[in-house]
């Protein structure tokens, strides 16, 4: 349960550019996207230098509430979060961490921002009553799925210009909640949106580490129901794609098809076997995509409950992709349109190593689709475990790229999932 936090406003000089912007006038919890995060570590209970045991919240086990129908209906406004990146003043240091060598936005640091705007969003939709206004929260809200964050082709962010982050739960399973968060930015006078993104949190015990169950979701008006309606959508589809999955399940009649003329594509028919490949022209064999990077985990790294931040994570495989998509383009993306179905599978431990493996998968005009995979070697274990996909759509402004094409039946089926993601 959240007690009520009093939040200094912006200087000034922003309120009025802001009030000019026709946002944020006279709005006393407006925050800072650092003051979203110390929020976070202030209601968890998190010390602030880093200690080896893991941060557990103890003596409230019996309070927590496992019937969800006794637990109080929370309305998607009770929820409800806005903060601000505040660029547009010169004096601060802020700039320097968003903006880009090409002066533009630095899209990684939005994904952390997006992680810690939806952990806080998920503690003010949980309220218990049986817990005094003092006490800490017993759930640990991780993320568990990126379903998917949308840019707009036409509107992009100025790193001069103040962001508006905001966002609330909009879905709710037993378990689960479904945030739905926008990026707004000033442009001609006017705030628009210019980044949506939905992403999916599960509530976990602290103490016993086991699933949680969160107060059900009442939504009001319109809008709320349509998007409540949409997050019961969001969950059939993402199970029907579970079950078919190249995993579980073969290409289906049409997918055949397309990896069968790849492949003929690729053969000289003069030679009589299948044994000779060639490359057509404007392409590029799959595996000539790939760039790897090595990670060390490092404390600094972490989040509220001493593992790997979902953020940081999101950052290193975003830059990674996009220093692959410069390179196989030869040219900088012009935006990462669409992020999907990032799969949270495991925490990453800190002192754990992290391999991110970057590939080009598909092809089609100017967009690229890249898959980044995660895995971590824990060397006390000595094992190695996959944690993450990420899964990222890039415009590069190029009409003509030269297409993507697998050599083995592993690439072909990287290229069909590829494919789906694209047109998903």
């Known amino acids: 349960m959240l007690c009520p936090i009093l939040r200094r406003f912006l200087i000034s000089s922003y309120r009025l550019r802001a009030e000019v912007a026709g946002y944020c006038t006279d709005n006393p919890n407006m925050m800072t996207i650092k003051e979203v995060r110390d929020s976070l570590i202030n209601m968890v209970g998190v010390r602030k230098k880093w200690i080896i045991e893991e941060t557990k919240v103890t003596g409230v086990l019996q309070k927590v509430v496992c019937d969800q129908s006794l637990l109080p209906k929370r309305k998607p406004s009770d929820s409800y979060v806005q903060a601000v990146i505040p660029l547009s003043d010169p004096d601060n240091n802020v700039r320097d961490k968003y903006i880009t060598f090409a002066k533009k936005i630095r899209f990684g640091r939005l994904l952390e921002d997006f992680d810690s705007l939806a952990g806080l969003i998920c503690y003010n939709h949980n309220l218990n009553p049986a817990l005094g206004p003092d006490q ?10 990126v379903d998917r964050i949308e840019q707009s082709p036409s509107k992009l962010l100025s790193p001069y210009k103040d962001i508006i982050l905001d966002g609330q739960v909009t879905w709710v399973g037993r378990s689960s909640m479904e945030c739905t968060m926008n990026i707004k930015q000033e442009i001609d006078g006017e705030l628009v949106k210019v980044i949506t993104a ?6 976990v015990l602290s103490e016993t580490s086991t699933p949680g169950v969160v107060n059900p979701l009442d939504p009001q008006t319109p809008e709320e129901i349509a998007l409540f309606k949409l997050g019961e959508e969001n969950k059939i589809k993402r199970q029907r794609e579970t079950t078919q999955s ?7 009649e049409d997918e055949r098809l397309i990896i069968h003329d790849l492949f003929l594509s690729t053969v000289d028919l003069n030679s009589g076997t299948f044994k000779v490949r060639v490359k057509p022209e404007n392409t590029v064999w799959m595996e000539d995509a790939i760039k790897k990077t090595l990670l060390i985990c490092q404390p600094e790294q972490r989040n509220l409950y001493n593992k790997i931040f979902g953020g940081f994570l999101m950052r290193m495989a975003y830059e990674l992709a996009w220093a692959n998509a410069s390179i196989y383009a030869r040219k900088r993306p012009r935006l990462c349109k669409v992020v ?18 970057s590939q080009v998968v598909y092809t089609k005009g100017s967009d690229l689709q890249i898959h980044v995979h995660a895995e971590v070697d824990n060397l006390e274990q000595g094992i ?3 944690t993450n996909d990420f899964h990222f759509t890039f415009d590069m402004g190029v009409p003509n790229l030269p ?8 690439e072909s089926m990287l290229y069909l999932v590829g494919k789906r993601h694209y047109e998903s």
């Open 136 to 145: 800490k929260s017993p759930y640990a809200f991780v993320t568990r799925l």
């Open 340 to 357: 999907d179905d990032i799969l949270f599978n495991k925490p990453v431990e800190i002192g754990s190593l992290l391999l991110l493996s």
């Open 384 to 386: 190695n475990e996959n």
């Open 198 to 203: 939905r992403y999916l949190f599960v509530a």
């Open 246 to 252: 190249l995993l579980k399940t073969p290409p289906t």
């Open 403 to 410: 297409r993507v094409i697998p050599k083995t039946y592993s």
